[in-house]
């Protein structure tokens, strides 16, 4: 599926890819909603409707990852309640040794991320990944979202990578687009981003469960 000898630099999502999307699942579409319901006197289910629909309007640009716009928004403290749930943060399967794989490779590995710091900071408290990295790459410090050509320029010229020998791994497929579009040679997807939800089964780009599956000299699992 890969071909490891045609690849210089790494990059990677974190959440969804690295990290379990169960996290951010689960705090956006459950915890939030009840704690919106019971601010507000509605029932969860008017709040998890009005929620939705708000969370549905500016999906993919940076503002809709920035957690200051959200906490003013529904005037909530928003990095203060993911906290609260802190402990639900888990790596997914064989990032650690995916990751250690990368390093003893000596390719560039970058994070690159749409989370806001303040959501990178929670993570990194609870699942120190960030040592692994060549560069740690939030979208919000380059004012354009992944999903932007923007965010690809703006990589460029911080930490210049050859296109053509790049490999992007995320679970977000108009992020692939965008990659694509950029011309990074390499793309894949992730099948199941949240632990606790069905595996996809039409994505749009090659995808893989876990990262065993392109680890050389690992035996893939079914
Ligand atoms: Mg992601």
Redesign the pocket.
Known sequence: MIDWNAIDTVLL?????LLD?HFDNYFWMDHLPRLYAAKHGISHQESLTHLQETFHRGEGTLQWYCLDHWSQHLEMDIPALKQEIQHMIRLRPFAIEFLSWLHTSRREVLLVTNAHRKTLEIKMANVDISGWFDQVVVSHDLRAAKEEQAFWHGLQALHPFDPARTLLI???ERVLDSARDYGIAHLLTLLQ?DSQRQKRLNTRFPGIHHFDEIMPGLPVNG
């Open positions: 999502d974190m959440d969804g890819t999307l995320d679970d977000t981003p």
